[in-house]
C-alpha cells in the first residue's frame, strides 16, 4: 500500500499490540539467526554457565538449540522471562552495567517472530519447567525433565516475518555468521567451554581453559589458529584508568579485511568505529593500504565512563573520553611495535621452507593456514623450487630450457644455478670469518651480496636475507618521520587565506584544535560564524585541496576528538619521499656498508618490514636448513 494512503485515510490512534511491539523490537535485535545465537548465547554466559552447547539447523532458519549448566530460570519465572521489559540484570542504574543483557527483550522478540521454547531447572528446584511462545502466542508452563540449566529452542526462524525471512542470504552464508558470532564472544570467556554443531556445518570445539594471561591467548589460539600467538605481539597499558591489553599481530602477518580484529570493552564483543580508526591509525605506516592487522584488544574501564546502551544489538559504544580511548590504543600499539623491534612472520619462512622440501607436490601444495597473506605466492607457485627433481639430473642439462618458463620463480630458479660472471661479481662480497660479536646480533653479520639487492648474513643459529632496497627505504622513512615530528612542521604561506565555510560546530572544533593543527603546519583560525580562513599549510604536502583537507579534519577531530588525519596525511608524504630517496637495489655495498645497514635496521623501530608492509628481511633457522637436507 502507498505510504500516501495513510494520511487520506487516516487510522485513529491506538496501542499497538504487545506482539506487534515485540516484532518491532525483532527488527532491530533480531536481524539474522546468528543475532538469536548472540542473545542465547549472552543469557547462558550472564548465568554463569561453564559450558555452552550451541546446534543450528538449516543456517539456523530451522532450528538454533542453545544448551547451557548456568543458574536456570525458577518455573515461577518462567512466564516473565518472554514478557518484554522483563530482566533479571538490571538494578535501578543504566550506568552501571556489568552484564551481557540488560534491555530484556532478546526473548520476547524472538518469540514474536519464530517458535521458541525454554526448558529450565535452578540448582534449587526439583524438577525442570518449559515454557512456549510461537509466533507472540504463549502456552502455559508445564512440567518437564532435565538437568540444572536452560535449553532454549528457536524452530522456524522469522516464520511470522516472511519479509525479513527473504533477506537471508542461504545456510552457508548465516552458519558462517553464527560461527563468527560464537568465536567472537567465545574469546572473552575462556573459562567456558563451547561446542557449535549441526548438520549444516563442521562442529566447532573450544574446550575451557582458564581466565589468567596463558589461558586467554590459549583460547585465541583456538579461535585464530595457532600460528596467530607465533607472530603477535602482547599488549598492556594504562591511562587515566582505563586499562588496554591483548594481541597484535606484527607487520607481517596481515589479512585482506578487518574480520580478524576483535575488540571487547568491559568483556563485551564489540564493533566499534573508533576502534578500528585507532588500529588502523596504530597500523598506518607499517602495513600497505589494503591490508590489516590481526589484533585482539579488551579495553576495561569504569563502567560508568561508556554507554553500551547505544543500539538494541549492544554491539556499539560511546566512550565519555574518545580521544583518551583512541591515544591509548594507538599509544600502545605503536609502542609494543617499536619494543618488538624487528620481527619477520613465521609463516612467511614456514612456505618458504615448505616449497623447498624435497619431494614437495608442485601443484598440491597448500596455501598458508587461515589464508594468511602470502607475499611469498612465489614460493608456492606451482613448478616452485622442486628438490627431488635437480637432485637427480646434472645441473648443466639445460635445465632451465627443459621446463617451460611459465613463472617468475622459474627465471629466479635458473639464475640460482647460474655462475655466470654477474654472480661471481655479486658474491666478491664474500668475506673472512665474521666478528663473534656480530653473529650474536639480531641479523647477524654480512657474508654477500647477491643478485645486486640481497644480503646474506649469518648468526648464530640462522641464516638471513635482507631485501636491501626494501630496508634502506624503511630506515629512510623512519628518519625523516622522526624529524617531522621532532619539531614544527615547516609550512608555506598561502598567497591569499583560503576560506572554508563549514557547520558551525566544526569550525569551533577546529579553532579549539589550532594550536595542534599549527604544529603540523596547518595555520587557520575562525573567520566569523560557520568558517575559518587557512593561512599556512604544510610544506611538505605541496599544492593541497585546503577545503577538503579542512573538512576531512572537522570529520576526524568531531569523530575521535584528534588530528590523526593531517599527521598520517604528512607519514604518507614522508613515506613517498623515502621511497624516491632511498638506495635502489642495483648498488654494490662493501662489507662495512652491509653491516652498517643492518645495524641501523636493528636499532630502528618497525624496520621488519618496508613502508608498503612487505617484510625486509626473512631468517632461515638452521635447524630448518639441516632439517631440509635430511640431516635431522
Ligand atoms: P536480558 O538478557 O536483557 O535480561 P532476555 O530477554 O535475554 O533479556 O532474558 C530475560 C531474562 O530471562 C533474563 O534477565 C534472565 O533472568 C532470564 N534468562 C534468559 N536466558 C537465561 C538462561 N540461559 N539462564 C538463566 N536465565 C535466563
Ligand atoms: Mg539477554
Redesign the pocket.
Known amino acids: 500500500m502507498p505510504v500516501e494512503s495513510a494520511y487520506n485515510h487516516r487510522m485513529p490512534i491506538r496501542q499497538l499490540s504487545e506482539t506487534m511491539i515485540n516484532q518491532i523490537a525483532a527488527g532491530e535485535v533480531i536481524e539474522r539467526p546468528a543475532s538469536v545465537v548472540k542473545?542465547?548465547v549472552?543469557?547462558?554466559l550472564?548465568?554463569g554457565?561453564s559450558r555452552v552447547e550451541i546446534v543450528t539447523a538449516g543456517g539456523g532458519l530451522n532450528l538454533i538449540r542453545?544448551t547451557?549448566d548456568?543458574?536456570?530460570?525458577a518455573e515461577p519465572?518462567l512466564a516473565?522471562?518472554i514478557a518484554r521489559h522483563?530482566?533479571?540484570?538490571?538494578s535501578d542504574d543504566i550506568h552501571d552495567i556489568r552484564?551481557?543483557?540488560?534491555?530484556?527483550?532478546?526473548?520476547?522478540s524472538i518469540g514474536s517472530v519464530a517458535r521458541l521454547s525454554?526448558r529450565?531447572r535452578t540448582a534449587s528446584g526439583d524438577s525442570a519447567a518449559e515454557i512456549g511462545i510461537d509466533g507472540g502466542r504463549v502456552s502455559p508452563v508445564k512440567p518437564a525433565a532435565a538437568n540444572r540449566?536452560?535449553t532454549?529452542e528457536v524452530r522456524d526462524l522469522f516464520f511470522a516475518t516472511p519479509a525479513r525471512l527473504k533477506f537471508m542470504k542461504g545456510e552457508r552464508a548465516e552458519s558462517s555468521a553464527t560461527s563468527d558470532v560464537v568465536k567472537r564472544i567465545a574469546i572473552a570467556f575462556p573459562a567456558v567451554r563451547f561446542t557449535l554443531a549441526g548438520p549444516d556445518r563442521s562442529t566447532l570445539e573450544l574446550p575451557a581453559t582458564d581466565d589468567t594471561p596463558e589461558g586467554r591467548l590459549a583460547r585465541v589460539a583456538q579461535v585464530m589458529g595457532k600460528d596467530f600467538p607465533d607472530n603477535a605481539i602482547a599488549i598492556d597499558a594504562v591511562r587515566d584508568g582505563v586499562h588496554l591489553a591483548g594481541h597484535v599481530s606484527i607487520p607481517s602477518y596481515t589479512r585482506a579485511n578487518a574480520l580478524q580484529q576483535y575488540a571487547y570493552v568491559n568483556g563485551r564483543p564489540v564493533r566499534d568505529k573508533l576502534i578500528a580508526g585507532a588500529i588502523r591509525g596504530a597500523f598506518a605506516d607499517v602495513l600497505p593500504r589494503d591490508r590489516h592487522a590481526v589484533t585482539v584488544l579488551f579495553l576495561s574501564l569504569d563502567p560508568s565512563t561508556v554507554d553500551v546502551n547505544v543500539h538494541p544489538a549492544k554491539a556499539d559504544v560511546r566512550f565519555r573520553d574518545p580521544g583518551l580511548v583512541r591515544g591509548l590504543i594507538v599509544g600502545a600499539i605503536r609502542e609494543a611495535l617499536a619494543g618488538a623491534g624487528i620481527r619477520a612472520a613465521t609463516t612467511g619462512a614456514a612456505g618458504m621452507m615448505a616449497a623447498f622440501r624435497p619431494g614437495a607436490a608442485p601443484y598440491s601444495n597448500p596455501g598458508p593456514a587461515n589464508g594468511h597473506r602470502s607475499y611469498d605466492a612465489a614460493y608456492r607457485a606451482p613448478g616452485g623450487f622442486d628438490l627431488s627433481r635437480s637432485a637427480q639430473r646434472p645441473l648443466d642439462m639445460g635445465y632451465g630450457e627443459a621446463r617451460p618458463r611459465t613463472n617468475g620463480f622459474a627465471e629466479n630458479e635458473q639464475a640460482a644455478f647460474d655462475t655466470g660472471p654477474l654472480a661471481s661479481a655479486d658474491a666478491r662480497a664474500g668475506m673472512a670469518e665474521p666478528a663473534e660479536a656480530l653473529l650474536g646480533m639480531v641479523l647477524g653479520a654480512a657474508r654477500a651480496q647477491v643478485h645486486e639487492n640481497y644480503i646474506v648474513a649469518q648468526t648464530r643459529d640462522s641464516l638471513v636475507i635482507v631485501d636491501q632496497h626494501a630496508a634502506h627505504e624503511r630506515l629512510v622513512y623512519e628518519a625523516l618521520k622522526n624529524a617531522l615530528h621532532s619539531r614544527a612542521v615547516p609550512s608555506q604561506m598561502l598567497l591569499l587565506p583560503e576560506i572554508v565555510d563549514l557547520p558551525e560546530e566544526d569550525a569551533e572544533r577546529l579553532a579549539m584544535h589550532s594550536d595542534t593543527l599549527a604544529k603540523f603546519g596547518l595555520g587557520l583560525e575562525r573567520f566569523g560564524p560557520g568558517a575559518v580562513a587557512v593561512r599556512e599549510t604544510p610544506s611538505m604536502l605541496g599544492e593541497t585541496n585546503v577545503q577538503q583537507l579542512v573538512r576531512d579534519l572537522a570529520d576526524e577531530i568531531a569523530d575521535n576528538d584528534t588530528v590523526e588525519t593531517l599527521k598520517e596525511r604528512l607519514d604518507k608524504i614522508a613515506a613517498t619521499m623515502a621511497c624516491h630517496g632511498s638506495v635502489r637495489s642495483g648498488r654494490l655495498l662493501k662489507a662495512e656498508e652491509m653491516n652498517a645497514l643492518l645495524r641501523q635496521m636493528e636499532a630502528t623501530p618497525g624496520s621488519g618490514t618496508c613502508n608498503h608492509g612487505r617484510p625486509t628481511y626473512i631468517e632461515l633457522k638452521l635447524a630448518d636448513i639441516e632439517r631440509l637436507f635430511g640431516r635431522r
Open positions: 542473545e542465547l549472552e543469557n547462558a550472564d548465568a554457565a542453545v547451557d548456568g543458574s536456570g530460570i519465572e516473565l522471562a522483563c530482566t533479571s540484570k538490571l552484564s551481557l543483557g540488560f534491555r530484556g527483550e532478546a526473548l520476547p525454554i529450565s540449566g536452560t532454549v
